[in-house]
């Protein structure tokens, strides 16, 4: 799989990662077993880089992670968690001590002496604007219980303050065939200072997959039922924040142009990839074969500029108005 460089943190990954919210929890059940055979299968893909979190079932997913890379190993592997979400969001909050102690439940968690990356986890935005968080990110780095760290962001004006510290290694932003914002300013400045972007919630939830329609459900403990309209946390990782009907006229607007060797979610996540400034898009998977088919995307021949285009003018028309100055 193509490989691309993390340049501030000295590593390369594969362009199509894996994203392993899914694999703790606010999906629906994943069974143990089910979840190592995803790892499995998206690492035989040619998958390096894992995104996880500690709050993600409140350590599952790093603890399913640990045991996959004890079981397999984790040669050529770079596993990115997140830290501040199991705590009142608050700017208080974010202080060494914590630093510390988050961190090292991740270790343990993970099973890594030294964690490759460590994202805080969308922070309250005054956070971005602290000098002295920042200042105390370096320390564990200097300590060596990370190699380095980043940040994830709700919003493009957080992306773009985080850009701008010289110790922020990566920006995680949502990025897919809805959320368009990014590509004005995000992706480059991060380009121009070597920061990686890492595009989550590539499919829009499974919006972008193709496979609902106005009569699709979910499990009551799956986010896509409980956080549609922002009870739990950030409307915008829900649909990224798009109007589920809306969504699905995006959709038909573009299956006509997927011929017979493009699934719908390989066309996103294609779209994704051919995006200047992108580093790894980390799509999330419930069972091997959708990791394997999300894998293959990295494999497709880069979208034509009418499908770029195509992709432009349906955001413009159907989505734009509702998000593009929301976030």
């Given at each position: 799989?193509?490989?691309?460089?993390?340049?501030?943190?000295?590593?390369?990954?594969?362009?199509?990662?894996?994203?392993?919210?899914?694999?703790?929890?606010?999906?629906?059940?994943?069974?143990?077993?089910?979840?190592?055979?995803?790892?499995?299968?998206?690492?035989?893909?040619?998958?390096?880089?894992?995104?996880?979190?500690?709050?993600?079932?409140?350590?599952?997913?790093?603890?399913?992670?640990?045991?996959f890379l004890r079981e397999r190993g984790?040669?050529?592997?770079?596993?990115?968690?997140?830290?501040?979400?199991r705590v009142p969001q608050t700017p208080?909050?974010?202080?060494?001590?914590?630093?510390?102690?988050?961190?090292?439940?991740?270790?343990?968690?993970?099973?890594?002496?030294?964690?490759?990356?460590?994202?805080?986890?969308?922070?309250?935005?005054?956070?971005?604007?602290?000098?002295?968080?920042?200042?105390?990110?370096?320390t564990p780095v200097a300590e060596e219980r990370l190699a380095g760290y980043g940040v994830s962001v709700e919003t493009c004006d957080q992306a773009l303050t985080a850009i701008a510290r010289p110790g922020v290694a990566s920006v995680q932003i949502i990025l897919n065939a809805v959320r368009l914002?990014?590509?004005?300013?995000?992706?480059?400045?991060?380009?121009?200072?070597?920061?990686?972007?890492?595009?989550?919630?590539?499919?829009?939830?499974?919006?972008?997959?193709?496979?609902?329609?106005?009569?699709?459900?979910?499990?009551?403990?799956d986010h896509r039922t409980f956080n549609r309209h922002g009870e739990a946390f950030d409307v915008g990782e829900t649909f990224s924040g798009v109007d589920f009907d809306r969504g699905l006229a995006v959709v038909r607007r573009l299956v006509p142009l997927l011929g017979p060797d493009r699934t719908m979610a390989q066309f996103a996540l294609r779209w994704i990839i051919d995006q200047p400034g992108v580093t790894v898009v980390?799509?999330?998977?419930?069972?091997?074969?959708?990791?394997?088919?999300?894998?293959?995307?990295?494999?497709?021949?880069?979208?034509s500029e009418a499908e770029l285009a195509a992709v432009r003018d349906t955001y413009d028309e159907l989505v734009r108005p509702q998000v593009h100055d929301r976030w």
């Open positions: 799989m193509e490989q691309r460089n993390l340049t501030r943190l000295g590593r390369s990954v594969s362009v199509v990662g894996l994203g392993a919210w899914q694999l703790g929890a606010d999906w629906g059940q994943v069974s143990d077993d089910t979840a190592s055979a995803v790892l499995g299968a998206a690492v035989d893909a040619g998958v390096t880089f894992l995104d996880t979190a500690d709050v993600y079932g409140d350590g599952r997913s790093e603890q399913l992670i640990g045991r984790d040669a050529g592997l770079t596993v990115a968690t997140k830290m501040g979400r208080e909050a974010y202080t060494l001590e914590n630093f510390r102690a988050w961190t090292d439940r991740s270790r343990a968690n993970l099973g890594m002496d030294r964690l490759d990356l460590v994202q805080l986890h969308c922070p309250p935005t005054a956070v971005f604007a602290d000098d002295a968080v920042f200042d105390a990110l370096d914002k990014p590509l004005e300013r995000v992706l480059p400045a991060a380009a121009a200072a070597g920061v990686g972007i890492i595009a989550r919630v590539p499919l829009a939830s499974g919006l972008l997959s193709g496979r609902y329609d106005e009569q699709t459900t979910f499990p009551a403990d980390i799509p999330g998977a419930r069972d091997a074969d959708q990791a394997r088919l999300n894998a293959a995307a990295a494999k497709l021949a880069p979208l």
